[in-house]
């Protein structure tokens, strides 16, 4: 991917999300960005050399959703059962 479609991907999911340059942080309701700053971490670990993982896109994008859907999940039923306060 070349720097300028990475641009224009970052600049097409801030807009899809209501992100822009007065509001660049996504709130906990906005749960979708987070697997996609996960998978592009992960990424450029791997561009890097950092990491010995060898994933795509599309299997870290799973991955990641599923880690973050199973916490909102968990969260759910903790504010259902009254064990924690729901967020403001």
Known sequence: MTAVTRS???KVCAEEQGLSAEC???RM???EIFPRVAV???MRAQEQGVTALSKTREELH???TAVIS???RA???LVQERII???P
């Open 8 to 10: 224009s991907w970052k």
């Open 24 to 26: 660049i942080v996504p």
């Open 29 to 31: 309701d906005q749960w």
């Open 40 to 42: 592009a971490t992960a």
């Open 62 to 64: 799973a991955e990641a």
């Open 70 to 72: 199973q916490a909102r």
């Open 75 to 77: 969260t759910e039923v």
């Open 85 to 87: 306060a729901p967020s």
